[in-house]
């Protein structure tokens, strides 16, 4: 316990003025599970506090094009809500989910060469909460998850606040997926250590952070590692359906159902990156058994997802209009992301050690720099000339890697993207100037 000088009320008016009375305050952190104490907060979301500053790029968030939003079709689908079954639209609804937005969700999937039925799906307050329903039903306090290293920074969160630990592996350097050799030596480390490890965590499309893609080969030696050694595969694809470039790659949840038919892949979803993420809307596919287990672990945490949303966006896809709205943000983000890497070229100090991906969809690249630029140090100089990135350490859990970053490219214009690199590159110059290679 301590104390210190604490707000008193003032007689008589019912407001509160510092004085110069001690009294005892709690110790709040004596009283903190062992899981709030594991919670850390998120980087990028005190970081994006910062770029804030009028004038400044900020290639940091993860933010959708606002261009993109249908506004005037979800406000028509709003007011279907309240014109035509008002009584369903804003009353409790089930865990499960709506049963309007469920057959629509089949539909999505279908489209994308999965077969499953209302059964399989859960809906959710968008990914993120999949995300925390995951290690709350699998992971005993220690137990291990198998991710990539880098990963998404919000699983991390998610992962350290049920005391889960996770085994990283790093990619491959042909950038299709993790070097699988490297996860076969350090799996088979762990478990002759004894360690319980449930479930292997990947986004296997555009990845985010660095904007990999795995091809098919790598996810089919995935499944068959998970079917030998009795894991579960999270497949987590936000950013599938923005692809630019390249050929379209069957999902893992699809591979499994040709493959064996197994039912160890879970698959989570959302409208965040190809509709608009205010919804809060996802889903989760999976086996009946699991999603079954899935709804007790969401019961707890918000009884179901919001129904006024569910049944707005399942009268916004009876439009058909979905697809449209894909087509329109992937020529958006083709374009910018062409845009950002003709920038980088162009602007970049030429350097063996300087490189980023060029991913054939999503909402990011990966920019290294020489290891002896460290980019937290650099971030407060790189606000100071009015340009933002995302820390690449922010995205590792352990052997943090200081030499990163990542780029934004769905959010800004061309004229930001070009002035912000133009910035972002005198940044890099004068770290290089300051920090030769030793
Ligand atoms: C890989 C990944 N998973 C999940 C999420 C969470 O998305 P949401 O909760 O908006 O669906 C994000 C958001 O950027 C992400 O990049």
């Known amino acids: 316990m301590y104390s210190r000088h604490a707000p008193v009320q003032v007689a008589d008016e019912g407001t509160w003025a ?77 865990t499960e989910g709506d049963p309007a937005l469920k057959a629509e969700l089949v539909k999505i999937e279908a489209s994308d060469g999965v077969k499953v039925g209302p059964d399989n799906i859960l809906v959710t307050s968008a990914s993120q909460q999949a995300l925390d329903i995951l290690p709350k039903v699998f992971l005993d306090p220690g137990d291990w998850i198998i991710a990539g290293h880098p990963t998404y920074l919000g699983t991390i969160q998610a992962i350290q606040s049920y005391q889960g630990k996770i085994l990283g592996v790093p990619f491959a350097a042909e950038e299709d997926g993790f070097d699988l050799g490297e996860m076969e030596r350090r799996y088979a480390a762990h478990r002759a250590a004894g360690m319980s490890i449930k479930y292997i965590y990947v986004i296997p499309d555009f990845q985010n952070p660095t904007g990999i893609c795995w091809s098919l080969e790598k996810r089919q030696a995935l499944l068959r590692f998970a079917y030998r050694e009795n894991l579960l595969i999270i497949e987590d ?174 959010f800004s214009s061309k004229a930001d993207i070009e002035e912000g690199i133009k910035r972002l590159a005198e940044v890099v110059r004068g770290e290089l100037a300051a920090h030769p290679q030793e």
């Open 237 to 410: 694809s936000p950013y599938r359906e923005i692809r630019f470039v390249g050929k379209h790659i069957p999902s893992i949840y699809q591979l499994d159902q040709e493959m064996e038919n197994r039912g160890i892949v879970v698959g989570l979803k959302t409208f965040s990156k190809i509709l608009i993420p205010g919804a809060r809307m996802g889903w989760i596919i999976a086996h009946p058994e699991l999603i079954a287990k899935f709804v007790v672990a969401k019961q707890a945490m918000d009884l179901c997802t919001n129904v006024f949303t569910q049944r707005w966006i399942a009268e916004f896809l009876a439009t058909g209009k979905l697809r449209s709205v894909i087509e329109n943000t992937r020529a958006n983000y083709r374009a910018k992301r062409m845009f950002m890497l003709e920038q980088l070229q162009k602007h970049m100090p030429t350097h063996p050690d300087i490189h980023w991906t060029k991913p054939e969809g999503g909402l990011f690249l990966w920019l290294s720099l020489p290891k002896s630029i460290n980019t937290d140090e650099m971030f407060t100089k790189a606000i100071a000339k009015n340009v933002a990135y995302v820390v690449g350490s922010a995205f590792y859990f352990d052997d943090v890697e200081h030499n990163s970053m990542r780029l934004n490219f769905s």
């Open 18 to 94: 510092t004085g110069p009375e001690e009294i005892v305050m709690p110790d709040f952190n004596s009283l903190y599970s062992q899981n709030a104490l594991n919670m850390k907060k998120s980087i990028i979301r005190e970081l994006l506090k910062l770029t804030n500053k009028p004038g400044l790029i900020s290639f940091a968030g993860g933010l959708p094009a606002p261009e993109t939003f249908p506004v005037e079709d979800l406000r028509v689908a709003a007011d279907a809500v309240f014109t035509k079954n008002p009584e369903v639209g804003l009353q409790y609804g089930t």
